[in-house]
């Protein structure tokens, strides 16, 4: 099998130098795609970088990796006004101070995230072109944060399988552009590993964050049900569906899980997090959380592919290194015999909690509409 290594390496060759003198006052030369949100604002507070240069640089890689060179083929659509906010982001950062760690930093959403200001599909050509009146909760909290969205990205059609739709065709991966990056939320893995920005939201009914995180190489979330709000976002299965963070780094998925929850009285499920949910999830970050530690890993899937053995090993040989205790997990004939049969159940018909959902989040858009 031929292998596209070549453009990962050119995805990397990017760097900024930037001055992060909250820590060490001095110059360090960081790759763009290894800079983390603190350290980013940082450098913008420090003047060494400006919100619109930021933009400026993601939206540069996605011409060149997108639209051209190995065509990822993650974004649907951009934001024709990103460098025009970010521009005023920057003049309020001078003269107000910043909103918070997110400020100016680019976003993308995955395009069943209602936006106002950019159409949302679920990747669907039934719906191109179709504007919301109104943001979604989460992309109401992003922007009240401070953060340029800069671009809608790829989904499976309505987020209902791997990263293809009838609306942006297929996506592929940044680090092999034969294999797949995973579903649904294929579009945001891509973008994020191809660091077209620096952090992303995917929704997840049934892995659909955690798949494109893994197949990606990058961090994704799916929250505790009801910690975030869906309101505004294209459902599939209300009884599971979630929103989510996917960056590159843990800890940026610590610091926007904290501005993302709240009660929101239009997703009756946020209020059992109602006294629960936490603003800043960085103080939980702690280096030596896997001593103790004792994680399983499923060797019955292991031994189809040299390489990602050796991913996985040396995964496994980090987290001992780390003090946790590795358990190698056998699975019964019968459970692995049925792999694949809910699929062959869910290809031969729908299911109705999907389809009430989704009938009842465009029966909200056009009372929106109506009243906007």
Known sequence: MVRYARPVRRLASLTLTLLFSATVVRAQSVSLEAANIQQLAA?????TITS?????????????YDDKGPRINAVLARNPRA??????LDLE??????????HGIPVVLKDNYDTRDLPTTGGSVLLEGSLPPDDAFLVKKLRDAGAVIIAKVNLSEFASGGAFSSLGGQTLNPHDLLRSPSGSSGGTGAAIAAVFATLGLGTDTGGSIRGPSSFNGIVGLKPTHGLLSRDGIIPLALSFDTGGPMARHVSDIAVVLGLLTGIDP???????????????????????ALKGARIGIARDFLGQDAEVDWVVEASLAAMRAAGATIVDVRLPKWLLDAKGSSTRRCATRSSPCSCSSISRHWARRTQRRSRS
Request: charged share 35%.
């Open 52 to 64: 619109e240069r930021l933009v400026a640089l993601s939206l540069a890689r996605i011409d060149a």
């Open 43 to 47: 450098a913008m507070d420090a003047g």
């Open 93 to 102: 950062r001078k003269t107000k101070g910043k909103r918070s760690l997110l």
């Open 266 to 288: 239009a997703d009756a499920a946020t209020k059992k997090s109602d006294g629960r949910f936490d603003t800043d999830y960085t103080k939980y970050l702690d280096i030596n």
């Open 83 to 88: 460098l025009e906010q970010a521009r005023a």
